[in-house]
């Protein structure tokens, strides 16, 4: 039975909601069949989401961890290709702490790839119906932190390990005053289902295009 962390966010940036947690705590209520799922909320804060993160996995002891975050304006499903060694804040984070160019493991990598098959995750989301993406950017806020901070991680303690992370749009509610695409909890849960199982199943990933110009 494999098991599967899923981690999303508390709110940030006045938000009333984040549809990452939202969506994580909604799949693993209800796990595609054969599987054991776990979802926690990670603090929206440089450093302490990384202390969770390093708790949840050793709690569960999972196979496969998958980081959700939110990306405001984005329409799809986009899952992150690469994590880069930098903290970079254009707002504060929930504790009030704006880094400047400082690095998430100092001495670390300028980068680390995800170690989940990207393309077939995103094959596996429009299959099911649902827009997805790859994303080359996962940003310089607490998301691309969390991510490049799984990942060093991962390559350094738990190499056994799998994991990546995920960016979902805003959730209907947060959008009811702006013209700003969103996608509802449920289809985000759907999508984060289809990418656990796709993770688990996939250890070659897709050779297609899904590269971008900017």
């Known amino acids: 039975m494999p098991r599967v962390l899923l981690t999303g966010f508390e709110p940030f940036g006045g938000e009333p909601t984040n549809p990452s947690?939202?969506?994580?705590?909604?799949a693993a209520a209800e796990p595609p069949p054969g599987f054991e799922m776990f979802a926690v909320e990670l603090p929206c804060v440089y450093g302490g989401s990384l202390t969770a993160l390093r708790?949840?996995?050793?709690?569960?002891r999972p196979e496969i961890v998958v980081c959700v975050g939110q990306a405001g304006g984005r329409p799809d499903i986009t899952v992150e290709r690469v994590a880069i060694n930098v903290d970079d804040a254009r707002i504060p984070d929930v504790s009030g702490a704006e880094p400047v160019d400082e690095a998430i493991v100092p001495g670390g990598p300028a980068a680390y790839f995800s170690t989940l098959p990207v393309k077939a995750?995103?094959?596996?989301?429009?299959?099911?119906?649902?827009p997805a993406s790859v994303s080359n950017t996962a940003g310089t806020f607490v998301c691309n932190h969390v991510f490049?901070?799984?990942a060093h991680l991962l390559a350094t303690e738990l190499p056994g390990v799998r994991g990546g992370f995920v960016?979902?749009?805003y959730a209907p509610e947060q959008v009811t005053d702006r013209a700003l695409p969103s996608l509802p909890v449920a289809s985000v849960a759907r999508a984060l289902r289809e990418i656990a199982v796709t993770a688990a199943r996939t250890r070659t990933d897709l050779r297609v295009a899904e590269g971008a110009t900017h």
């Open 121 to 130: 995750c995103v094959a596996a989301v429009r299959a099911a119906g649902l």
């Open 167 to 169: 960016h979902v749009p």
């Open 148 to 150: 490049y901070g799984l």
């Open 21 to 26: 947690w939202s969506a994580v705590r909604a």
């Open 55 to 60: 708790a949840a996995v050793a709690d569960t």
